[in-house]
Structures are given as structure tokens and as C-alpha cells.
């Protein structure tokens, strides 16, 4: 078995708030239960140092520096005094822990800490910024768009750099995937998946009353997300209440803008803000929608709910990284109209919901079950 040195510009934790968190936690378990040492080197705040005790138990050492939302001065000073105390962090535990081998999460991370390395190297592509532009670009006019391509092109030219300086690129989904390799980020790129945040195969009692419920999931403090609710409520869900009164629409997750709780009206919506555990939220949901205009990587609000055999309805670029079949799997719709009739669909036709939510969940087990990918991705670290 190896020492393996992760970094991480996030906290790796169960109820941390973000998928990447919470599967990068569900890594680092995998890891420990397959016998590996385990050191981590992660930027924390102050609000998350609760989560400790669970992570001591599985890594030999723990180094953190301050996340810069727990930093005084300005936001950029604040980020660059985090960043550099990361990468300050990440080279005095490489000399001291003298790892086997050195594992990355996110491009972000790998930036910071690139020329650190001195032994065998991985990195997990969490998304594929350029793809994120290009989507952004299409939403937009003006000014906007025009960043929105600068950036692209920026992003374009360094990520796949970025990745050929690691010895072993993984990515969250085969959308991701496909696009690193058309770019030559690596000779091959293997795929691991974001692990479900809970077990798809537990029972948890429903957070809410059953019966015609509609739920949307992610952190609300992210852009992409707000813009998708706003763009559910505006133009897909008054149909959704006109043909289906008695329907309830719950929007979960972290920090909601105030432009999201504005519009909880404790009858049709409800948004509850952070929630400690998806999974009664999962079970007490007829259908999961996933109306993302901008999306990257693997949607964990889709292959959860899939995985639960929930039927889900998605935009195209929701997907994206997932790669299941339209009508088979899941719904997919980018209009309005089509939007709400799939989830009509979903709310009347029980029968047909089934069909979905059972295919859905065999595809997920399929392709993205982590005991499957997590040891074709450790065979290949151990090679290094």
C-alpha cells in the first residue's frame, strides 16, 4: 500500500455543504479503508474545524491553512494570503511526509501547487473551465460575452497544460472526459466520478409531505444555480401549478441569494436554505429537476437522484457529463414548454416516472458506481 499526499483547496467533509467536499471525504475514506496512508493538506475555515475528528480518524496527518473567507483585509488580498499559505503548507509536508505519491483535487489546487511535485503525480479535474465559458458566452450580450470568450480562450490554453504536467489526469464524468482528451490534456484520462454524498441504497424518512413534489438541489451561493431556479420559477414552473395545483417545488441548499428567498411563499415553494443530510429530501421528491443553462463536470444533484431511482429532468448542458439517454434514463428539455411538460409528465404518470427512475438508477450503478472506478483509478496511482 502507498502514502498518498492530498491536496485540496477545500474542505473535504460529510455535511460540508459542496459536492466536491463531500466526495473528496468519501476519496479519502475509500483510500483508508483499502489500507493506504493518508496525508492532507487543505485550506479550512473556521466554521468547518467541527468536521476534524471525523477526518483524524482516517489520515495520519492533517495540515491546514486558512481559507481566505476566514481571512481579515480585502477579498483578493485575502485570496492570495490563502493560496499562499497552501502552497507554503503542501511543500513542507511533501519534504517532511516524504509521500509515495501525490494527489491533487481541482485545477485551481494544481495551479498553486504546481512545481511542488518530486514524486509520482494525480490530479482529479473537477470541471473543465473553458467548457464552462463557452456555455456562459452563448447566455450572454455585450461586454459580458466578450470576457466571457477572453476567458475561455485563457482557460483553453492553460488547462490542458495544467494537466500534462501531472503523471495520472482523472475526471468526474466521460463528458469531461472526452474533452480533455480532444485537447491532448494527458495520453489518457481515466474517469472517477464525485461519490454520492449519502448511500442511494439507504432509507431515510421524507423531510417533507409526499405527493407531488418538485425538488432542486445545489449550493445556492453558485450563479449557475441561482440563474437555473430563477429561470424554473419564471418561465417553467406556473404552467407546472396551473395543470398540477396541488404541486410543491423545494429548493435545498446553502445560502440562497435573496433573490431565491424571496420567493419562498410556504405554499407552492419552500426554500430551506442548508440542510445537514439530502437524503429525506431525496425520498420525499417525485421528481428532480436539474434547468441549468450553464453546467460542467458531474451534476451530484442528478446522479443522486437517479441513483435513488428518482426520475430527473435536465437541460442538455445538465447531461452534459452524464452522458444518459434521453427518454430512456432521464427527461431532457432546454425550452420552457417542454421543460414543464416533462415534469407534468413525471407528476401525472406515475407508471412512466417508475420507468425512468429505474432505468436511471441501473445507469448510474452502471457507469459511476465508486466500487468499481475507485479501484481501476488506485491500480493506476500504484503504477506510478
Request: glycine share 8%.
Amino acid at each position: 500500500m502507498a502514502h498518498i499526499l492530498i491536496a485540496y483547496k477545500q474542505f473535504p467533509a460529510l455535511g460540508v455543504g459542496h459536492a466536491g467536499g463531500e466526495s473528496v471525504y468519501r476519496l479519502i475514506e475509500a483510500l483508508h479503508q483499502r489500507g493506504h496512508r493518508l496525508t492532507l493538506v487543505v485550506r479550512m475555515q473556521e466554521a468547518e474545524r467541527r468536521f476534524l475528528p471525523a477526518l483524524e480518524a482516517l489520515c495520519e496527518r492533517i495540515v491546514t491553512v486558512p481559507h481566505h473567507r476566514s481571512l481579515p483585509g480585502p477579498r483578493p488580498l485575502a485570496l492570495l494570503r490563502s493560496y499562499l499559505a497552501l502552497r507554503r503548507a503542501t511543500r513542507r509536508t511533501l519534504r517532511e511526509a516524504s509521500p509515495d505519491i501525490f494527489h491533487v483535487e481541482f485545477a485551481q489546487t494544481g495551479a498553486v501547487v504546481l512545481g511542488l511535485h518530486g514524486v509520482p503525480t494525480s490530479i482529479r479535474a473537477h470541471d473543465v473551465n473553458w467548457f464552462l465559458m463557452e456555455q456562459q458566452a452563448a447566455q450572454q450580450s455585450g461586454l459580458a460575452r466578450w470576457r466571457s470568450r477572453v476567458l475561455r480562450a485563457l482557460f483553453l490554453a492553460f488547462e490542458p497544460w495544467l494537466y500534462r504536467q501531472f503523471d495520472l489526469v482523472a475526471a468526474i464524468s466521460e463528458g469531461d472526459r472526452r474533452l480533455l482528451l480532444e485537447r491532448r490534456a494527458a495520453k489518457s484520462v481515466l474517469l472517477l466520478p464525485l461519490a454520492p454524498a449519502f448511500n442511494p441504497a439507504g432509507e431515510a424518512e421524507a423531510a417533507a409531505p409526499r405527493g407531488a413534489n418538485v425538488l432542486f438541489v445545489g449550493a445556492m451561493s453558485r450563479a449557475y444555480n441561482v440563474q437555473a431556479v430563477l429561470w424554473f420559477l419564471d418561465h417553467v414552473w406556473p404552467a407546472v401549478v396551473q395543470n398540477v395545483p396541488e404541486a410543491r417545488f423545494y429548493i435545498v441548499g446553502a445560502q440562497p441569494s435573496e433573490s431565491v428567498s424571496a420567493r419562498h411563499d410556504g405554499q407552492h415553494i419552500f426554500v430551506t436554505g442548508f440542510v445537514p443530510d439530502l437524503a429525506p429530501w431525496y425520498q420525499a421528491a417525485d421528481v428532480v429537476v436539474a434547468p441549468l443553462q450553464v453546467a460542467g463536470g458531474l451534476l451530484q444533484k442528478v446522479v443522486d437522484a437517479m441513483g435513488m431511482g428518482i426520475p430527473v429532468v435536465a437541460t442538455t448542458v445538465s447531461n452534459h457529463g452524464l452522458g444518459a439517454i434521453p427518454g430512456e434514463h432521464l427527461w431532457v428539455a432546454d425550452a420552457p414548454g417542454p421543460f414543464a411538460d416533462a415534469v407534468i409528465r413525471a407528476l401525472w404518470q406515475p407508471e412512466e416516472a417508475a420507468r425512468i427512475g429505474h432505468a436511471g438508477r441501473q445507469f448510474v450503478t452502471a457507469h459511476y458506481d465508486p466500487e468499481i472506478v475507485i479501484p481501476q483509478w488506485e491500480a493506476a496511482l500504484l503504477k506510478l
